[in-house]
Structure formats: C-alpha cells, structure tokens
Nanobody, 122 residues
C-alpha cells in the first residue's frame, strides 16, 4: 500500500510560478516512480512529468522547459516546480505512483493522490 498527498495548488496569474508537493508514505514507497498528471475540465487526464531512479525527469511537450520535477528522498516528497504558467495549465494536478517512468506513464499507475487545484488567471 502507498499513500500520496498533494499540496501547493493555488490561484496564480499568468506568467507566475507555483511549486507542488507530493508526500508519499507506506511500506512500498521505494518501489515506484512518482509522476504528475493533470486533468482540465472536459479533458482527459494527461501525464505531465515523472522522475527516474537516477533523478532524470520525463516531461510532456506541453510543459517541457517550464516545469521541473525533483525528489527529496529523506522525506519521500516529490516536487513539481512550475514556472511561466499559462491559462492552459489550469487543472487538477495529481501525483501518482507508477511502475514506469516515460511517455506512457499512465499505463502503469498503481496509486493516485486526491489532487490539488491549480488555476492560472490570464
């Protein structure tokens, strides 16, 4: 079992920044890759980023160059630093525990967090 809790969602102006956090806990916390997804109203859930065991990050084309994923292993927390935010980044952001990190991240998710709302005003 694995528990995931997101935090850091907020209302921010276009061009601004936010940092999301995902705290993971449970006996299998080291067995998974942690990734971030988002779902905007009326749209499918989209894989945004994940972090590999070597610390390398995967990013979708829509956020590449603007978002940065990182992990603090001491407290099992994964961060998503989001810069140069746009109105199209508005969504509920979810962290997830996956058996895979890469372009097909959504195919191997075993656990989800409840989500945190990010709203970017134009």
């Amino acid at each position: 079992q694995l528990q995931l809790v997101e935090s850091g969602g907020d209302l921010v102006q276009s061009g601004g920044s936010l940092r999301l956090s995902c705290a993971a806990s449970g006996p299998s916390v080291n067995d998974y890759y942690i990734g971030w997804f988002r779902q905007a109203p009326g749209k499918e859930r989209e894989g945004v980023s994940c972090i590999g065991t070597d610390g390398s990050g995967y990013y979708s084309d829509s956020v590449k160059g603007r978002f940065t994923i990182s992990t603090r292993h001491a407290n099992h927390t994964t961060y998503l630093q989001m810069n140069s935010l746009k109105s199209e980044d508005t969504a509920v952001y979810y962290c997830a525990a996956s058996e895979y990190c890469g372009p097909r991240l959504s195919l191997a998710v075993d656990y989800w967090g409840p989500g945190t709302q990010v709203t970017v005003s134009s």
